[in-house]
Structures are given as structure tokens and as C-alpha cells.
């Protein structure tokens, strides 16, 4: 039997180079392959925690200038964009009658005060008549007890008397029926007077027209607006942030407003209220936020984004945003035993906008945890430590 020959072992070695290396290869970047991970540690840091939010510019303080009845605009004196002053004349509708029910409201009067007038000289007549007829009685009435005049005679001057009296009473009750009549004429003048305010459209406030909704000749319902107006320096932020972030948001912690106007500006502001009803749609939360100077050129309704800052916490241990995971309810890391990926569940406190997240148990200072990896793990799954991942890669 010939030996073989010097190239067929050559072939045949590198045949064998040639199978080891598509082993190689497959071992390390096929199916079965360990998938290549970056970790990161825990350490002791000082995070300064933010919280972001979208927002709208609004008007604290907005006003809707409308009638209280159903009525005609005649006129409208006051446009968008337009600076008012408080009691200035916005616009005016059509009162229909009442000018004239006002006029014929002060004809009564000036007859009620005529009426006043005759009852206070009839009162005067009756009381000197009265006066006059208690003397005489009074005199028969002392003549008749010394023999000089009849009972008849004095009989006759006490009614006269007592029908004086009875006609003062009765002027005195004119008088003061006509009174009355003054007070009752003067009280439908002045509601008519209240009613005729009602069409003319005054400024509450010096303010800004935001909007005009209706033009003279068109006809308005009650609570309908004509003019809508805004109080300048009460312009805030109504921004709408996370509920599973805004726990810690207090009144007064400082704010960075950028205008979606001016991207490249950021303006200074502080948090001004804390709504107390939430969005249980959107699962979010309105806080309101002031600015510390407005800007010019401020838009209502213009879109903002809002930064929060909240205190800065010291010395609690701390990881990248990018390591915590959440499988279903739990929340915690990927820790790497014995060359496989294990589930540690862990409980979080705050987190940062820098990506960083404050971790309150279930790890220690200095433990490793998986930070990227190319694909979502399972438990068990081989992995190996690479400093950097390409994707699409499994291992260097």
C-alpha cells in the first residue's frame, strides 16, 4: 500500500483549517452563538432630576364681552389686537324700547312729584283747619260748662273738630301714597336704567382684544361672545406632564420655558400652580408655569416645551436609564451568572433627563449590570462582554 502523497496531506490539512474555521464562525456568530453585551456598574452620584412636559401658552386671566339677552349689534368699536382701558366702550346693541320706557319712566316721575307737591299743601290746609276746629271746640266746650252757649253749640264745634282731624289723617295718607309713587317710578326708572347698561359693552379691565365674533347687524344670543379679551401679564404656561412623573413637582421650583417660536431660546419661569384634577385619559397632569419675564411677541396658544428642575439629591446609588427594564409588572436588570443573563428585579426612585435613574434596592455599589445588547433578552441566553456592539453582530 503507497503512502500518500505530500499534496493530498496538504489538501487535506487544509480541509480541516478550512471545517475549524466555519466552526469558529458559527460558534460565534451563528444561531447558537453568545450574544456580545455591554455592562454597566452602579456607583454613588449626585442626580439633578428633571421633568419634561408639552405645553400651551394661556391666558390666567381671559374675558368673554357678550349680552345677557338675545339682541342686534349696532355697533362694534373694538378690534383684534387692540389695547382697552377698563369702563371703555367695546360695543352696543339695539335696545328697542327702552329709551322711550325710560323717558315715559321720568314723565311719571315729575307727575308723582307734582302729586307730592298738592298733598303736602293739602296736608298744610288740613292740619291749620284742624288746629283752628280743636281750638273753637275747645273754647265752646268751656262756654257751654259756664252757662254762656247750648250743648247743641258745643256738640257741633267737636265734630267740627274730629272732621278736621279725620281730613288731616286722610291728607297726610295722600301724601304719603304719593311718596310712594315717586319711589316706585324712580325704582322701574333705575331698573330700566340697569337694563339699558346691559347693551352697552364695557371693558372690565385693560386688557387685549384677542378676538372679534360679531359685526355690527348681526343678531347675538345670551352668553354669546362679541369681543373676547385677555389680560396681558397673566400669560402662563398650561403644560401637560407624565403622572408617573410629576410626583415631587412643588410650587416655586424653577422652570426653562422654550418657545416653539424661538427653538433656540430658552426663557426662565417658575411653577405657579399644581392642578388637582389629572387627565385620566391621557394619564397626564396640568401644572401651570409662569414666566419670570415675558417675552416679547408672546402668542396665545403657542406650543411650548417645559423643563422642571426638581432639587438635586446627593449621594444615592445610580445606573443608566438604559439598564432598567420592565417585564411585565416587574421592574429591574439583566446581571450576568456564570457566562447567562438573570433577572434581577430591582426598585427605582427618580430619574434624570442626563439618563441616569436612582436605584433604592435589590443592587449594591459597584455591581454589574447588562447596559446594551443587540437584540431583547431572555433568561438564561449566553452572553459575552464586549466594550462596544455593532449591529447586527452577535459577538466580536
Request: charged share 20%; no cysteine; hydrophobic share 40%.
Amino acid at each position: 500500500m503507497s503512502l500518500p502523497s505530500k499534496k493530498s496531506l496538504v489538501l487535506t490539512a487544509a480541509v480541516i483549517m478550512l471545517l475549524i474555521g466555519i466552526v469558529l464562525i458559527v460558534a460565534r456568530n451563528g444561531p447558537m452563538a453568545a450574544l456580545s453585551v455591554t455592562v454597566a456598574t452602579t456607583e454613588t452620584a449626585d442626580l439633578s432630576p428633571q421633568i419634561f412636559g408639552i405645553g400651551t401658552v394661556e391666558a390666567r386671566r381671559a374675558y368673554v364681552i357678550g349680552p345677557t339677552t338675545a339682541s342686534r349689534v349696532t355697533r362694534v368699536l373694538a378690534d383684534h389686537g387692540d389695547r382697552v382701558r377698563a369702563g371703555q366702550l367695546l360695543a352696543e346693541l339695539d335696545a328697542v324700547d327702552l329709551d322711550e320706557r325710560m323717558n315715559s319712566a321720568g314723565s311719571a316721575i315729575q307727575r308723582a312729584a307734582s302729586a307730592v307737591q298738592g298733598a303736602e299743601a293739602q296736608l298744610r290746609e288740613t292740619e291749620s283747619r284742624s288746629t283752628l276746629a280743636a281750638a273753637s271746640a275747645a273754647r265752646f266746650s268751656d262756654l257751654h260748662q259756664k252757662g254762656f252757649v247750648s250743648q247743641e253749640a258745643a256738640d257741633v264745634k267737636r265734630h267740627e273738630a274730629n272732621a278736621a282731624t279725620a281730613a288731616r289723617q286722610s291728607a297726610q295718607a295722600a301724601l304719603d301714597a304719593a311718596r310712594r309713587d315717586v319711589l316706585r317710578f324712580e325704582s322701574d326708572r333705575a331698573g330700566l336704567g340697569r337694563q339699558r347698561t346691559q347693551y352697552r359693552l364695557l371693558s372690565p379691565i385693560d386688557g387685549l382684544v384677542t378676538a372679534r365674533e360679531a359685526e355690527p347687524g348681526s343678531t347675538v344670543v345670551a352668553g354669546q361672545a362679541v369681543l373676547r379679551l385677555i389680560n396681558p401679564d397673566s400669560l402662563w404656561i398650561k403644560a401637560r406632564i407624565d403622572q408617573a412623573r410629576a410626583a415631587g413637582i412643588l410650587i416655586g421650583q424653577p422652570a426653562k420655558i422654550v418657545l416653539r417660536s424661538q427653538p433656540q431660546t430658552s426663557f426662565p419661569g417658575k411653577v405657579a400652580r399644581i392642578d388637582l384634577n389629572s387627565d385620566s385619559v391621557t394619564e397626564e397632569r396640568l401644572v401651570e408655569i409662569t414666566f419670570d419675564t415675558r417675552p416679547p411677541g408672546l402668542s396665545v396658544g403657542e406650543l411650548v416645551e417645559v423643563t422642571i428642575q426638581l432639587p438635586v439629591v446627593r449621594d444615592v446609588l445610580a445606573l443608566p436609564t438604559a439598564a432598567i427594564r420592565r417585564i411585565g409588572q416587574q421592574t429591574g436588570v439583566w446581571r450576568i451568572d456564570n457566562g447567562k443573563t438573570l433577572f434581577a428585579p430591582v426598585k427605582t426612585g427618580i430619574q434624570t433627563l442626563e439618563g441616569r435613574t436612582q436605584v433604592l434596592e435589590g443592587l449594591k455599589q459597584g455591581d454589574a449590570v447588562i447596559h446594551h445588547a443587540p437584540q431583547e433578552l431572555r433568561s438564561g441566553e449566553r452572553v459575552r462582554v464586549t466594550d462596544s456592539i455593532t449591529p447586527g453582530s452577535s459577538a466580536p
